[in-house]
């Protein structure tokens, strides 16, 4: 049973970097051809696609948040961590990481709990 988990501070100040790492157990995060994704849930709003690192570390940004977005990974902790530079009050939010599989056509098929992130001075 593959399990993530997110970590990392629940409040920024605008304009710095939010960094957050999830944890992957019961399984690699090298493992053709899972992709370890990033979702974000504003307030009220539905679920918005940031990112994914693939099994072979390319990664793959949203066009709109590609300038300020960077996911890397460190495979020997099965972790990979989202980078989210110059935040703005609008990147409050619930933040979930998750898998993206190859199952029935692609779908996310593990998510982490999420974690909630406040943007604020």
């Known amino acids: 049973q593959v399990q993530l988990q997110e970590s990392g501070p629940g409040l920024v100040k605008p304009s710095q970097t939010l960094s957050l790492t999830c944890t992957v157990s019961?399984?690699?995060?090298?493992?053709?051809?899972?992709?370890w994704s990033w979702v974000r849930q504003p307030p009220g709003k539905g679920l918005e696609w940031i990112g994914h690192?693939?099994?072979?570390?390319?990664?793959y940004y949203s066009p709109s948040l590609k300038s300020r977005t960077s996911i890397s990974r460190d495979t020997s902790k099965k972790q990979f961590t989202l980078h989210l530079h110059s935040v703005t009050p609008e990147a409050t939010g619930m933040y979930y990481c998750?898998?993206?599989?190859?199952?029935?056509?692609?779908?996310?098929?593990?998510w982490g709990q999420g974690t909630q992130v406040t943007v604020s001075s």
């Open positions: 998750a898998r993206w599989a190859p199952i029935g056509g692609w779908t996310y098929d593990y």
């Open positions: 019961g399984g690699s995060i090298t493992t053709n051809y899972y992709y």
């Open positions: 690192i693939a099994y072979s570390g390319s990664t």
